[in-house]
């Protein structure tokens, strides 16, 4: 159960060290550890085997969306 | 109650030495694997921090590293045991090929932390406390201090060189 309110304090954290950053570059680490954040509490929330797959399709996919912001930042691919 | 919160705590250093080894022995501060990575470790280096830590931590932002693989690992051993702790590596190994990352720090993390995880719960420790553990993990890295995270990670790659 602290197990919970540890990373639902954490992900509560994260977002809004996330928010206050301006810098996209630096923005994205913080958003990274709110995933983590999420990725975890889906699995301590939901008692169900398939649990698993869900926080890993989230993670994966949050994690997708972070590479596709970062890259577009960086320039994005170079015709 | 106080067992549990102490559980966390070693849990969380003993992820926290669990990822970091297995990234720097994968070399993630070295290059950028995508542009973004290279992009993000650019500004935590101009922010004051340090460029081979901070091109580490836009790895982790970019793919599912050993930080990500210790976390589902712990997921899939509290969901099923070791099946799901090897489930979950396989996950992040699909996970890296849709993130264009070629490497396997992530799903050697994973199997390494399937194991790590479990041994753990046959002495008093319960999964949870590894999920929790590996977000406070990743909390120190990515979500305190970026300068003082990435000189620290640049320190630890130098000693791997």
Redesign the interface.
Known sequence: M???Y??AA?AV??AI?AIIEK????K??????LN??V??AL??LLDH?L???A???Y??GS??E??????????GVKR | MLGEILHILAAAIISWILFVTVDIFFKLPETGGVSGASAIARDIEAGGGALAGGTMMGNIVCSPDASAGTLLAACGVYVAGIPGGLAAALMVFIGNRICHDPGYAGTTGAVLATFVVYAFTLVGFAATDFIAGMVIAILTIQGLSHTHASRLLARLWRVRQ
């Open positions: 602290i197990a919970l540890v990373v954490i954290f994260a060290r810098n996209t570059g630096r994205l680490p913080y958003a990274n550890v983590f954040a990725a975890g699995v301590l085997p649990s698993l797959v926080a890993a399709a993670f994966v994690t997708l972070s590479n596709a912001i970062a890259s577009t930042y960086a320039g």
